[in-house]
């Protein structure tokens, strides 16, 4: 559109130009007429009220004898030119005189009546016809401009129209990954179609995979651990002919069995990560912390966190639970008189601080259950009960679990969100 305004310029100034000439031509042409018509007797020329009816251009005329400017105000422009040169148009500019027009195009032309020479001059004004060619040429670059945010409002609203279900499938997959959906709904354009389905097919697919890897994990643990424990009554039994420190022996063993079994257990009921899932952690905080509170009935149990109950964060129900219920579990178990639990989000990661006022942990100690994977539970006892399951599940989720030891123990864990 500017390259096209431009060029509309251009042509403008041509056609104006064009169009003036062939003005003065045809004025210089009609002077001619009247001059031979008269014998070239400049006397005889009617002037006032006449060309200024008729004739729309100024003029000059010259002969061997006489020269004539009208109008007159014209004659210090006009009579300098009345000389011998060659014909045609020149234009005048930036003329110094307040009576004079600052822009004037001259057309001279020159011719023989009865052996008598003639110089004949007309010319106009081109001042007037400019600022009318730019008062259009600016209409034009106004309407221009008008079409042109036209056109980018219907594009826009086009575009917006167009991408309107590409929104929505965006909007629904923010959904999906902060955990308020289970699946996508959006009607997604044909080209898009076919990605929906297989995502939709997938978090099936998942969902079904980690049901029956629960369900199946629980059948087993029922189904060993019955045989484990009649054959721990048997062992334990000391009226049967057996070797009695043997039969001991083989129960210890088949407990410690019995425990790995447990542990592996819950090990196997940890989700991870996955699209879909969401908890509301002060909804269950509170559970856990009422159900602590009765089995702990001597100690106190207080929750101060800055969420709302209608939180959420993308940390499987089950796998929170772990976390949670772990570290409070060991807080009741060695506190003295209060656990306190505390949620916060800060920097896009959930912060959990489960903190006790009992007698803590050794420095030396409190390295060791920093390290990752390492299971304190069934070395030794303590505060280090449950914090391999915990350490298990925040591997999953890249989390962080670091410790502190001051009138108690205090745990921090963060997980990225």
């Avoid at 011998?84 to 307040?98: I, T, W």
């Avoid at 990954?177 to 898009?192: M, Y």
Wanted: charged share 25%.
């Amino acid at each position: 559109m500017a390259v096209a305004w431009v060029i509309h310029g251009w042509l403008l100034e041509q056609m104006s130009r064009d169009f003036v000439e062939s003005r003065l031509k045809e004025e210089a042409q009609f002077l001619e007429q009247h001059l031979r018509e008269m014998d070239g007797d400049l006397n005889q020329l009617a002037m006032g009220d006449y060309f200024e009816k008729v004739f729309h251009h100024a003029f000059a005329l010259k002969t061997p004898q006489q020269m004539v400017a009208h109008p007159e105000h014209w004659q210090p422009l006009l009579l300098p030119l009345l000389q011998p040169a060659q014909e045609g148009f020149v234009r005048v500019q930036h003329s110094d005189s307040l009576n004079i027009p600052a822009d004037v195009l001259i057309y001279r032309q020159s011719f023989t009546i009865n052996d008598q020479p003639i110089l004949v001059l007309v010319a106009e004004d081109m001042h007037g016809l400019q600022q009318s060619q730019a008062s259009f040429h600016m209409w034009t670059a106004v309407v221009s401009l008008l079409l042109i945010l036209l056109l980018v409002a219907v594009i826009w609203l086009g575009v917006t129209m167009s991408l309107r279900p590409v929104i929505a499938l965006k909007t629904e997959l923010k959904a999906l990954q902060r955990g308020t959906l289970r699946r996508i709904e959006a009607q997604a354009p044909a080209e898009l179609q076919p990605m929906v389905v297989q995502l939709n097919q997938l978090l099936d697919t998942l969902e079904q995979r980690i049901e029956r890897s629960r369900e199946a994990l629980a059948n087993l643990s029922h189904s060993v651990k019955t045989p484990i424990a009649a054959l721990r009554q048997i062992l334990e039994d000391t009226q049967r002919p057996l070797d009695t420190q043997l039969r001991l022996d083989m129960a210890a063993r088949l407990a410690n069995l019995d425990k790995q079994l447990e542990a592996e257990m819950r090990r196997s009921r940890f989700a991870g990560p996955q699209i879909g899932s969401s908890s509301h952690p002060v909804s269950q905080a509170r559970d856990l912390l009422w159900m602590l509170g009765r089995l702990y009935s001597d100690k106190t149990f207080e929750l101060s966190t800055s969420l709302t109950n209608e939180a959420l964060w993308p940390i499987e129900e089950h796998d929170l639970n772990e976390i949670l219920g772990n570290l409070l579990d060991n807080a009741g178990k060695w506190a003295s008189k209060c656990v306190e639990l505390s949620l916060d989000e800060k920097h896009g990661k959930a912060v959990i601080v489960v903190a006790d006022d009992g007698e803590g942990v050794p420095e030396e100690e409190s390295v060791r259950l920093g390290r990752r994977g390492l299971r304190l539970d069934e070395q030794i006892p303590g505060h280090g009960l449950g914090l391999a399951i915990v350490n298990d599940v925040l591997e999953r989720y890249n989390g962080v679990m670091t410790f502190s030891s001051h009138q108690g123990l205090k745990v921090r864990i963060e997980i990225p969100l």
